[in-house]
């Protein structure tokens, strides 16, 4: 037998000696307990009657009674038989018995003294509940993880004390201060005199704050593996339980493993999920979430920070958190872990990349300019599905190709090439779409146009046209966010002038354009009518991001007013743009329809050639009025 099955084997010893221990309890039960009733094959069974006639004629010898039955012997021609009748109701039978001479006898149940049963039933009853509970908790709970009976107030926390998966700081990019600001955690942990030589303490905690995907997760892991301690890891949803009580007794649990395995780290993902602010209603102070996070709160100002035991936590929702789970002393620093800029996300996708087999001119930083605002997850998901789209294909290596494409699949979904779409719907959704390129080429510090396309993704978009950056940018001026809201007006523009006609295509377009007016109005102060002035508040910034007004109802109407009026003014000035280079809007469009998809080049190529029949035909013009 080799290791392998021999632990297999291991593991089923407990289930099989619990089979035969249930067996020799049903067996014991069955054969001690409960009387045994035997049917011997020499009785034969008649009815009363007949029995009666039987002692009259004198044929019955012995009789003995019972509580439903008749048991008797007869002898019937010098043999003699043994018969058995139900007892019925017969006050003569005992004047029958004594006149015929038969012996007779009355069988009664052996009476228990009343205290030795009540001790067997007692002792018996709570046998069969240990043993029931027993069983349960290590055949059925076991197999249920730390929901066992055994295991209540565990804290489930799951343990690594060699390695992390390997994870270094070196497989973390994109997240460079971060990382600076949490080895030095690593450095303490590593050599604590150097700290507490000048009189400096280790923090006891670190938050790490960000959105979701941007590898909070993987910085702890790193931490811990870097400063090469234990590492406990536990969700804020394995605190949360149905009984009160469990989840602080779970993280007093958590916290004395974590001091005998000292110096180590404590991970709490989601942390939100104990940590929300205590609000007061319901009923205060008695609820298992509070309980747990008052345990919390005195748990981490228990232990002594110079035992090396740190605390690293994870939210999305930092505006969610407790005020006193935030203060000095408990998180002592707050490690923002933000999507990653360009060069971020540059060395994400070539820290992806190294595993993938690829060829050796891919350009990373065309790919990362067209990820603006892609989490550390999201172009680990780009990677993937670009290496997958080679294997679809029956090459062996990623291609550049291959990973621009999986951009689009992650932004746009597959493309949908069985989809049918009637000729008339296919030319509107094709001048929809250089409508918005030709708009955006025609405005000054417009992003360039990448690619036109329309071609239906599962996503839902029917087509979509693709601007890209040439640079990096933080700040968003008056003048960039009208000019996105022209370019998202040139799709509906295009409509209106060829077709004469409004469509269902515009909807993401005009949500966007709305989202940005309103926006400028009442959060970038970029209006002279309301000026500096705050009038909407965000919340959940990291979780896409929830607004709500905080003004009177008339300022209500009047923002109502200044959102229209911007997106307005830019519908007209898209349409201006569109008559004026009406001719290449349609060449363009005719184009987009045979080729179905086109780069940012070649729209380019299109639209220059345009401009310079434009520019011959006006100069002809003039030659001939000269």
Known sequence: MSKKDNNNFKKYIPTILYVILAIFIFYTIAIVLIPRITKEEDIKEIDYVSFVNMVNSGEVNKVEVKDKTIAFEAEEKGEKTKYVTNRMYDPNLVDRLVNKNVKSAQVLKPELNPFVSFLISTFGTIFIFVAAWWILSKVVFNKMGDVGPMNFGKSGAKIYVESTDGIKFENVAGQEEAKEALSELVDFLHNPKKYTKIGAKLPKGALLVGPPGTGKTLLAKAVASEAEVPFFSISGSAFVEMFVGLGAAKVRDLFKQAEEKAPCIIFIDEIDTIGKKRDGVGISGN??????????????????????????????RPDSLDPALLRPGRFDRRIPVELPDLAGRIAILKVHAKKITKEENIDYEQVARATAGASGADLANMVNEGALRAVREGRDKMSQRDLEESVEVVLAGYEKKNAVISPREKRIIAYHEVGH????????????????????????????????????????????????????????????????????????????????????????????????????????????????????????????????????????????????????????????????????????????QYEENQETETQKDIEIEN
């Open 437 to 608: 390129a030709l708009v955006a080429a025609k405005q000054k510090g417009s992003a360039p146009v990448h690619k036109i396309t329309i071609i239906p993704r599962t996503s839902g978009a029917l087509g979509y046209t693709m601007q890209v950056d040439e640079e990096e940018k933080f700040l968003m001026s008056k003048e960039d966010a009208i000019n996105n809201i022209v370019t998202l007006t040139g799709g509906r523009s295009a409509e209106e002038i060829i077709f004469n006609t409004r469509t269902s295509g515009a909807s993401n377009d005009i949500e966007k354009a709305t989202k940005i007016a309103k926006a400028m109005v009442t959060r970038f102060g970029m209006t002279d009518e309301f000026g500096f002035v705050a009038l909407e508040s965000m919340t959940n910034a990291y979780l896409g991001g929830d607004s709500s007004l905080q003004c009177s109802p008339q300022t209500q109407y009047e923002i109502d007013e200044a959102v229209q009026k911007i997106i307005d003014d830019a519908h007209n000035e898209a349409r201006k743009i569109l008559r004026e280079n009406i001719k290449a809007l349609h060449a363009i469009s005719e184009y987009l329809l045979r080729q179905e998809t086109i780069t940012g080049e070649q729209f380019m190529d299109l639209l220059k």
């Open 287 to 316: 609820d298992e979430r509070e309980q747990t996070l008052n345990q919390l709160l005195s748990e981490m100002d228990g232990f002594d920070a110079r035992a090396g035991v740190v605390i690293l936590a994870a939210t999305n």
